[in-house]
């Protein structure tokens, strides 16, 4: 009997009923599927499998690409895979390391810079040791958009990868409330950001409308079709990267920061009076700070540029006319020593000249000088034993 | 050939199979194919140029039919209202542009129905003095022959197809300065080339049967095998055109399953190692050993489930509309030698190759009073019929080296084989014969994929690095 139902039966032609039974029964499959994909949301679980770390190496920078395919590299929303992809995902903290992550924006990323050529690449390149024997080493957290809740955002993730230090780089344009929710990196992970405002009790809406909260319909396998894609596109990008090294697309050419200034002097809705502690992200920074807990946050005022062109007594840059950028460090001066934050104002630490294309992005020399502040800063932190929060401006 | 397309393709061959009947099916077959080659054309930056390349071809098949045609006709009248129907949808094709809503098949707003009309009539007149000034159907045969291989030649040089770029520019009273050999994308001319040859050549030796032009101009635009090919062989397709065809269940499952398989190889496999396969930008990236490997053997894989890809869709949507269209490609990866990859590797590219340049060009030399020796005769037919196959792909060095390449292995191999026949070994042991093979396959398929360096990188300098990298040096 058994080897009668073994027996192949014989090839029957496809009729019209065979072909209408494969179309219906294909169908309910796939609204099936559908309907547990969107109920699931395994979008963050799948981020978590990763051919980096294994097969590739991973990446020494966050994912971000506004030219993927010159790139190797493209820009996600879903944080499990982006750090999956990190480095820091696939390095095990040895007992000697002492772990260092810094955050900030894409002067920390290290925008028009090889993954040689940033904060990061070279405070590794200096082989510092603490004190205590540790051999410093350095993680690239930075993210190319400005927003402190973008940042916070990504410390929180961070903070599983057992941190010795953060170091936090930040620049007053992170700090206004418009800032907040600006980048699409906040509005696709509205969950994580609500968590954050409600925990920390910020002063962003949570109700916002540039969250970008997905319909039942765009959380199934067609509405994140486009997701789906990139996670499949950015393990494929893997292979470039452990081919290349190259990890963004660097244009030869670009336009040097603006030198001549309108006589403009105003910064979003804020006044010399209104500039306060409580009119921009300040708790945003506090929230992060917090977050940390235990492990020291030390807080940089990043380096910009200072133009000397027309109306330059009335601005520094393009981003920020001098009297507010002037609060803004009296008041970041002052927070830190009232909270005991670990502080250091590097705003005029860079030559005008070593800036490439815009008042935060330098050069790689300007960024090697940086990151020997840091990383003596970091060493003489170390050294106190992180008791010291008396870290003054340069 | 997008996804739109495809769909579009697929549904509409669905459909005609179902509605239209035997003797619609020409009908539909002809202004189907018309509206596709101009709904495929991509944009050009000439002004209309995306419609004059596709009426263009319409010409030339016409033209090609009225040259190659006997000289009885017995179907005078259908010829003439396919003629009329083939000119009412050009004409169709140019009135989108008045219609807004409708505008516009073409990537462009095509030109103004005067022109268009205009061309139609010069085309007409055109036929009509080839007809009155070559009664001799042979000089106006070759003459035919070699203008098609000069607008070739014209399209795939890059400084001739840049100096066509500005005449035309200069034409549409636009900068010439912005002139460059990419704005003649003039899309299936290769394939229709081929077509055209093959029939030019098939009418001087008299092997050509007698075709309408409604046939005549359905097989050469043949819209599921416009793009891509394979290139059918005129004999045959009108066998298929000629047959009863009704659309059953078997041809529905049969050609429904080789678009999926296409569509999976090509938008699912090709373009996804389009992400990391080698190219002219990562060749220069990339200097580990291994890596340059991975992306070679990406870019081997690449190229063989894209261009398969697209002949399964061909053959898919073929069988839908009635059609057995021949197999291009037949596992060439998995072949023990050169020869074999060849005759599995863009089959019917090589055949056409094969039936009008290399055994021609052997029996020259083989009947020649001076006879050359045997393996010369052989090396001289292999390589220059692999340079000439080369030279279609572009008019370049690297082209010209990776068809000499090819032909070199040809050669080896068939010295190789000839020796190994000549020994007349005892039959080896399954297990020896296994490895025999296994060593066959790794060697072909490694010889093919370093001759796709010089095939894809655009300079003798780049790929002889890319070949340093991969050898270690």
Redesign the interface.
Same mark, same amino acid.
């Given at each position: 009997m058994a080897q009668e139902n073994l027996t192949p039966k014989p090839d029957k032609?496809?009729?019209?009923r065979?072909?209408r039974n494969v179309i219906v029964k294909a169908f309910l499959l796939f609204v099936l599927l559908n309907a547990l994909f969107a109920a699931a949301n395994p979008l963050p679980l799948l981020g978590r499998i990763s051919a980096y770390n294994l097969v590739f190496p991973g990446r020494v920078r966050l994912p971000y690409s506004e030219n993927p /395919?010159?790139a190797y590299s493209l820009s996600l929303f879903n944080l499990e895979a982006m750090f999956a992809s990190h480095e820091l995902a696939g390095n095990a903290k040895a007992e000697d390391e002492f772990r260092v992550l810094l955050i900030g924006d894409s002067s920390t990323w290290g925008f028009l810079a090889t993954p040689q050529e940033t904060l990061t690449a070279y405070i590794n390149d200096a082989d510092l040791v603490t004190e205590s024997g540790k051999y410093v080493r350095a993680y690239n957290l930075g993210y190319p958009t400005i927003s402190l809740t973008k940042d916070l955002l990504i410390l929180d993730h961070a903070m599983q990868y057992q941190p010795d230090i953060i170091v936090w780089l930040v620049t007053l344009e992170s700090f206004p409330f418009e800032k907040q929710l600006f980048t699409p990196l906040v509005q696709n992970n509205p969950e994580r950001i609500r968590s954050l405002i409600n925990e920390y009790d910020l002063n962003i809406n949570p109700d916002s409308d540039a969250f970008v909260d997905a319909s039942f319909w765009e959380r199934t396998i067609i509405g994140q079709r486009r997701a789906l894609a990139d996670l +499949?596109?950015f393990q +494929?990008?893997g +292979?470039?990267w452990?081919? /290349?090294?190259?990890d963004q697309y660097i244009s030869t050419s670009y336009d040097p920061p603006q030198i001549d200034f309108e006589a403009d002097e105003s910064y979003y809705e804020l006044t010399p009076e209104t500039l306060s502690q409580s009119s921009i992200a300040v708790d945003v920074l506090a929230a992060g700070i917090t977050r940390a807990g235990e492990v020291p946050v030390l807080v940089i005022n990043e380096p910009i540029f200072i133009s000397d062109g027309v109306n330059s007594h009335l601005r520094y840059n393009f981003f920020y006319p001098r009297w507010a950028f002037d609060a803004y460090r009296q008041l970041m001066e002052n927070q830190a020593l009232a909270n005991g934050w670990f502080y250091r104002d590097y705003w005029n630490l860079i030559p005008a000249d070593e800036f490439t294309n815009s008042a935060i992005h330098m050069t790689p020399s300007a960024t090697a000088i940086l990151a020997s502040e840091i990383g003596k800063t970091i060493q003489e932190l170390a050294e106190s034993g992180f008791q010291s929060s008396t870290l003054g401006s340069e | 050939m997008t996804l739109t397309h495809l769909l579009v393709f697929s549904a509409t061959a669905l459909l005609a199979g179902v509605l239209v009947k035997e003797r619609g099916r020409g009908w539909m077959l002809l202004v189907g194919s018309l509206l596709a080659i101009y709904w495929m054309q991509p944009a050009s930056p000439i002004r209309n140029l995306d419609f004059w390349l596709p009426s263009a071809t319409v010409a030339v098949a016409v033209i090609g039919w009225a040259a190659t045609r006997s000289g009885e006709d017995e179907r005078s009248r259908e010829n003439l209202i396919s003629g009329i129907v083939i000119a009412l949808v050009v004409i169709a094709v140019g009135l989108t542009r008045y219609l807004e809503p409708l505008c516009c098949l073409t990537p462009t707003r095509p030109p103004q129905a005067t022109q268009i009309i205009i061309a139609i009539i010069f085309t007409g007149v055109l036929i009509a003095l080839i007809a009155w000034f070559f009664p001799k159907r042979g000089i106006l045969l070759n003459l035919l022959f070699f203008s098609i291989i000069a607008i070739f030649l014209v399209l795939k040089t890059e400084g001739l197809a840049q100096a066509a770029s500005a005449w035309l520019r200069t034409q549409t009273r636009q900068s010439t300065n912005l002139a460059s050999g990419l704005d003649i994308g003039w899309l299936g001319f290769s394939y229709v080339a081929f077509r055209l040859l093959h029939t030019l050549r098939d009418r001087l030796t008299g092997r050509l049967p007698d075709v309408s032009l409604q046939e005549f101009v359905i097989y050469v635009i043949f819209f599921p095998a416009f793009t891509a090919g394979p290139i059918d062989r005129l004999q045959r397709f009108i066998k298929d055109l000629r047959k009863s065809f009704n659309l059953g269940s078997p041809e529905m499952v049969s050609g429904a399953r080789r678009i999926l398989v296409g569509v999976f190889k090509k938008f699912v496999l090709a373009d996804s190692l389009a992400l990391v396969a080698l190219n002219q930008t990562n060749a220069s990236q990339t200097s580990s050993t291994f890596w340059m490997w991975v992306l070679l053997y990406a870019y081997t894989f690449r190229i063989y489930f894209d261009f398969s890809g697209y002949t399964d869709i061909a053959i898919g949507i073929g069988q839908l509309l009635g059609f057995q269209l021949p197999e291009n490609f037949t596992q060439p990866y998995l072949k023990t030698n050169l020869t074999a990859f060849w005759n599995s590797w863009h089959i019917t590219l090589a055949k056409w190759f094969r039936a009008y340049f290399f055994n021609p060009l052997t029996r020259f030399l083989r009947s020649r009073q001076n006879k050359l020796p045997l393996p010369i005769i052989i090396l001289i037919s292999q390589i220059s019929t692999m340079v000439l196959l080369g030279l279609w792909h572009g008019v370049t060095w690297n082209f010209v080296i990776w068809g000499a390449w090819h032909g070199f292995g040809l050669f080896i191999h068939n010295r190789w084989a000839e020796f190994a026949a000549s020994r007349n070994s005892a039959p080896q042991s399954p297990g020896i014969q296994k490895l025999y093979n296994w060593s066959g396959i790794f060697l072909t398929f490694n010889f093919v994929a370093l001759g796709w360096v010089w095939f894809f990188l655009p300079t003798p300098s780049l790929a002889w690095r890319t070949l340093q990298t991969l050898a270690g040096i």
């Open positions: 032609p496809a009729n019209g065979f072909i /395919t010159q +499949l596109r +494929l990008y +292979l470039m452990a081919a /290349t090294g190259v | -």
